[in-house]
């Protein structure tokens, strides 16, 4: 089946140092794979996406590449700041209509 | 751009009470889906909709029931409201191509007392 595992949090870091969020799934088939931000009080919003393997994805200093040979697609980000924190979903994305499988979703705090 | 609108934001019922969540979007997805978030289980999917006329059930549809009459809108009612419901309710909507992302609302905060 398919299933995507984060590492659980909270994460606590302080401004400016490097972040990442290890996120692994399982899939049948070739599956594409993103990344979703929500802050306090919203609805998820598309951070970056891959759609296969090797592919990197990034945006506002965030990255993350699919490896198929891991299964993975962690999330990377090399100087967080205060206003990046908020819950990150990984999700992968089924061609069985295009539903898509959460992870439970990392919290991140990050401190001045 | 008002893309996916959830309404209403919040709400609170008693337990035995009906209600009926909304969702409509402009971008002329052809997919549409209702999600439940809560503490620790990240979102899973209740139901969802590839096309007008039609439904189907998904990780945890029991207790709800939906409706896709027009393109745009998707409806989620909860026919006797029961505690275990309480959650915070998002709608998505999406393209038919497995590379698209899911767009989300805003979500509705819902209290069953």
């Known amino acids: 089946g398919n299933s995507v595992t984060q590492m659980e949090g909270p994460v606590t870091l302080s401004e400016e140092a490097f972040l990442t969020i290890n996120c692994t799934y399982t899939a049948t088939g070739y599956p594409s794979l993103f990344w979703y931000v929500q802050y306090p009080g919203e609805g998820l919003q598309l951070l970056l996406k891959a759609t296969k393997a090797d592919d990197k994805g990034s945006n506002k200093g965030f990255e993350a590449t699919y490896r198929k040979e891991t299964t993975s697609f962690h999330l990377e980000k090399g100087s967080v700041q205060v206003s990046d924190s908020a819950v990150y979903f990984c999700?992968?994305?089924?061609?069985?209509?295009?539903?898509?499988?959460f992870g439970s979703g990392t919290k991140l705090n990050v401190k001045p | 751009n008002a893309g996916v609108t959830q309404t209403p934001k919040f709400r609170v019922l008693k337990t035995g009470q009906s209600m009926t969540l909304l969702c409509a979007q402009d971008?002329?997805?052809?997919?549409m889906y209702w999600y439940r978030q809560d503490p620790g289980m990240g979102l899973r999917l209740i139901h969802y909709s590839v096309g007008e006329g039609t439904t189907a059930k998904g990780e945890v549809p029991d207790g709800y029931n939906v409706s896709r009459l027009k393109k745009q809108n998707f409806l989620l009612g909860l026919e006797s409201a029961a505690p275990s419901q309480t959650s915070v309710y998002f709608c998505?909507?999406?393209?038919?191509?497995?590379?698209?992302?899911?767009?989300f609302g805003d979500g509705t905060r819902l209290s069953i007392l």
């Open positions: 971008m002329n997805h052809e997919y």
């Open positions: 999700a992968l994305s089924a061609n069985n209509f295009n539903k898509f499988y």
């Open positions: 998505a909507s999406g393209g038919t191509a497995s590379n698209q992302p899911q767009h």
